[in-house]
């Protein structure tokens, strides 16, 4: 997952006060919520599935992952 929008602030591994941090925990949650981009490729291009967001396709993720620790 990643989001090209982030301001200079929120990004910055050098700020980390409390407004900053909180605002981070924001951006994850909203991550979360935005649908899986996958690469097409035929065109090179991230389009948007309709099938699942990033939150579910980690928890698809978790239960395929952590039974086998």
Do not use: W
Not at 2 to 24: F, G, H
Not at 33 to 60: D, H, M, W, Y
Request: charged share 35%; with cysteine; glycine share 2%.
């Amino acid at each position: 997952m990643q989001d090209d929008t982030l301001s200079r602030e929120v990004c910055s591994v050098d700020i980390a006060t409390k407004t900053n941090l909180e605002d981070l925990v924001k951006v994850g949650e909203r991550l979360l919520k935005k649908p899986v981009l996958r690469v097409n490729l035929e065109s090179g291009l991230s389009e948007p599935s309709v099938k699942e967001t990033n939150e579910e396709a980690l928890a698809r993720y978790e239960a395929i992952v952590l039974p086998r620790l």
